[in-house]
């Protein structure tokens, strides 16, 4: 039997919950469909989800802060976020509080529906993974999300805890920058390409220790890769 993924849609506009709901149940998805952060936080903690469709303008409150509590809550599930908010701001904010999307109003169903299927396709994939990554003397637990260097726990945000995973999935190879965006940030990123070399100095800021091995190494003109490098002093 095929398995059915399931999608809940987080709408304030009633119109249009019921019409991706009816495009998303032809497609073959189980679908939810509430109107309140409130609701999708319920909803999201009481049943198991594959996707969430997450509008930014809610009436409680906003799209940016369930996705903010669901990541608390320490849920993984993907997160694609509606807004017709464009300011590359505005889309760093929803991507820092943990959306693995975001997609402008505005928007075609078909790439809608285009986008969900990659995002199930990469969360499927990764689900299919081996429980703990590890390089050197770094550990990942991708079940747990815990993440340790030498026996010492580490404590990553979201984001940081993606790009690191990013890198440990294929370690002996460079990965190149916009290869790294589109898996951490998006397909569809649209922003600041600085933003992934923040990010790296973050991680690096907390998995990198004195006087022990440099992990995260440049390729310049390339992207990053995971090497042993010179002890940090």
Known sequence: MTHQYRVLVVDDDPELRRFLA?????ENYVVGAVGTGQQALIRLRDAPWDLVLLDWTLPDFSGVEVCRRLRASELTIPVLMLTSRDAVAERVQALDAGADDYLIKPFSIE????????????????NNNE??????????????????????EIQLTVREYNLLLALLKDPSRVQE???????????HFVG???????????????????????LIQTVR?????LREGDPKI
């Open 22 to 26: 009816g495009e998303l149940a032809v």
């Open 221 to 225: 003109g390339v992207g990053f890769i």
């Open 192 to 214: 600041d390409a600085n933003l992934l070399d923040v990010y790296i100095r973050y991680l690096r800021k907390k998995i990198e220790r004195s006087g022990f091995p440099t």
């Open 111 to 126: 790439e809608l529906l285009a986008r969900i299927r990659a995002r199930l396709r990469r969360s499927g994939s990764s």
């Open 131 to 152: 429980t703990v990554l590890s390089f050197a003397d770094l550990r990942v637990n991708t079940a747990s999300h815990e993440v340790s260097r030498g026996g010492e």
């Open 177 to 187: 920058r916009q290869a790294l965006l589109h898996n951490v940030w998006g397909e």
